[in-house]
T-cell receptor
Framework: RKEVEQDPGPFNVPEGATVAFNCTYS??????FFWYRQDCRKEPKLLMS???SGNEDGRFTAQLNRASQYISLLIRDSKLSDSATYLC?????????FGAGTTVTVRA | GAGVSQSPSNKVTEKGKDVELRCDPI?????LYWYRQSLGQGLEFLIY????????KSGLPSDRFSAERTGGSVSTLTIQRTQQEDSAVYLC??????????????FGPGTRLLVL
């Protein structure tokens, strides 16, 4: 079983739409949680950390459910520039475990 | 400031040859990581260096892979007797090493390795 599983998508949405997707992780002892963004043929970059209380950064909202080992990301008012692959990332001490990514395409 | 840099950006080699991949972390970062991203796969942890501590090599897929970090800064990942399944993007990341599990890892642009 993979440590982090994500719906690969793709999610193809119009500008202005809301899109949400999630991932699950297998190790209940995981310590920290993140969403990274990866553009085509580029390196991953941190989008946001995901805290137990849930957190918001502008149009992006992340939720963590430790009991269900489930992490979600919601993007409101999608922009063309949000088109990317979103990587669910779980940290055990210093080792990051990555999901395979969810591809989002925002169309005009 | 300068981010993580990696060289070469692309490498094509023949099966059986050795390759060396280089990573220059962000200045002052004590923690350095290597990951591998194969086509259609998630990133896979390879090795972790933290200061002068012994590296965590638990992610290296075989004894053909090795890495070193000289002077606590630059790191080299070496793959001996390359195989076609070694073809992937090799990503290096660094972090301050001070902020525990919530600290951000900053990634370099990667080296795309193709083994023919």
């Amino acid at each position: 079983r993979k440590e982090v599983e994500q719906d690969p998508g793709p999610f193809n949405v119009p500008e202005g739409a809301t899109v949400a997707f999630n991932c699950t992780y297998s190790n209940s002892a995981s310590q920290s949680f993140f969403w990274y963004r990866q553009d085509c043929r580029k390196e991953p970059k941190l989008l946001m950390s995901v805290y137990s209380s849930g957190n918001e950064d502008g149009r992006f909202t992340a939720q963590l459910n430790r009991a269900s080992q489930y992490i979600s990301l919601l993007i409101r008012d999608s922009k063309l520039s949000d088109s990317a692959t979103y990587l669910c990332v779980v940290n055990m001490r210093y080792k990051l475990s990555f999901g395979a990514g969810t591809t989002v395409t925002v169309r005009a | 400031g300068a981010g993580v840099s990696q060289s070469p950006s692309n490498k094509v080699t023949e099966k059986g040859k050795d390759v060396e991949l280089r990573c220059d972390p962000i200045s002052g970062h004590t923690a350095l990581y290597w990951y591998r991203q194969s086509l259609g796969q998630g990133l896979e942890f390879l090795i972790y260096f933290q200061g002068n501590s012994a590296p965590d090599k638990s992610g290296l897929p075989s004894d053909r892979f090795s890495a070193e970090r000289t002077g606590g800064s630059v790191s080299t990942l070496t793959i001996q007797r390359t195989q076609q399944e070694d073809s992937a993007v090799y990503l290096c990341a660094s972090s301050t090493g001070l902020a525990g599990p919530w600290e951000t890892q900053y990634f370099g642009p990667g080296t795309r390795l193709l083994v023919l």
